[in-house]
């Protein structure tokens, strides 16, 4: 005959820790339990997420939860017009002390990055995060390095219309999994 676990002692299960996450996350980002189920899908889905909305709705907060919910690294970045390629993925220095070189990760080096008003950097600098996205890992100076697992870019991007921003190239576009938008 089959005995049934009570709730307290039986092995959590995969269902038990999203609904944790969730739970968590929705205790700074309140109202909005679908978009949080999304985000959370596209991050256990290997994804990433491309957020269309106006200013001041939670994006960073959510990004920024969602990072200390899974005790994950978070890292953003402000694109500009004047932001750099190395400015995303790191760069290579000169160690004057003991005459090497060192590799100075980037923000792209945490779990979690909130790529902020994505469209307002050149395309050169929105390609940086190309072979982040599909390949998991960067290439500075020839050297491939892995990004930390797991590994989400939560974008966010200003309407086209809005002076200073480029059209994402349909490359770019294609890497995010999810693309949500409050149209």
């Known amino acids: 005959m089959a005995t049934t676990q009570s709730v307290a002692t039986r092995e959590a299960t995969f269902a038990d820790y999203f609904g944790r996450v969730i739970d968590n996350i929705e205790r700074v980002i309140q109202g909005k339990r679908d978009v949080v189920e999304l985000v959370l899908l596209c991050l256990v889905s290997e994804g990433h997420l491309l957020l269309e909305d106006v200013p001041g709705v939670g994006k960073t907060s959510l990004a920024k939860s969602l990072a200390t919910s899974l005790d994950a690294s978070f890292g953003r ?71 930390p697992r797991p590994f989400i870019v939560l974008a966010t991007q200003n309407p086209v219309e809005q002076e200073g921003t480029y059209n994402l190239p349909e490359a770019q576009i294609d890497r995010f999994m999810i693309r949500m938008s409050n149209d």
């Open 77 to 147: 970045v402000q694109f500009t017009p004047d932001l750099l390629p190395s400015d995303v993925v790191g760069l290579t220095v000169w160690n004057r002390s003991d005459g090497t070189f060192t590799f100075r990760p980037g923000p792209i080096f945490n779990n979690v990055v909130l790529a902020d008003e994505i469209n307002r950097a050149s395309p050169k600098t929105q390609a940086a995060l190309l072979e982040a996205m599909a390949e998991n890992q960067v290439t500075v100076d020839s050297t491939p390095y892995l990004v």
